[in-house]
Nanobody, 122 residues
Framework: VQLQASGGGLVQAGGSLVLSCAGS????????MGWFRQAPGKEREFVAA????????NYADSVRDRFTISKDNARSTVYLQMNSLKPEDTAVYYC????????????????WGQGTQVTVSS
């Protein structure tokens, strides 16, 4: 199982980025996909998640109405559209796959990508 996150970079406050996560995973065993992030000196935190079958989503309050998670099942890819970015969104963003959840607890996620850096300048 490999998850490859991409799309990070440097952007000014108010700008947008799209993260992608492609995964070679047994798609019929995947329950949910999520994005987490870790800022310097802070613990990793939940950002958003989506159920692999269907379209149910879950967002952290800090990103709701600014970020949108979506997926392409045929391409085994999940996306995170990030709009109205703020300096406090600066972090390494990780994608993860869960066999049982699309919730907020990172312990429910079984497979993790390597992370992609997002830096938002003020």
């Amino acid at each position: 199982v490999q998850l490859q996150a991409s799309g990070g970079g440097l952007v000014q406050a108010g700008g947008s980025l799209v993260l992608s996560c492609a995964g070679s995973i047994l798609t019929d065993s995947r329950y949910g996909m999520g994005w987490f992030r870790q800022a310097p000196g802070k613990e990793r935190e939940f950002v958003a998640a989506i159920r692999w079958i269907g379209y149910a989503t879950n967002y952290a309050d800090s990103v709701r109405d600014r970020f949108t998670i979506s997926k392409d099942n045929a391409r085994s890819t999940v996306y995170l559209q990030m709009n109205s970015l703020k300096p406090e969104d600066t972090a390494v963003y990780y994608c993860a796959a869960s066999l049982s959840s699309y919730g907020t607890n990172e312990r429910d996620y079984n497979y993790w990508g390597q992370g992609t850096q997002v830096t938002v300048s003020s």
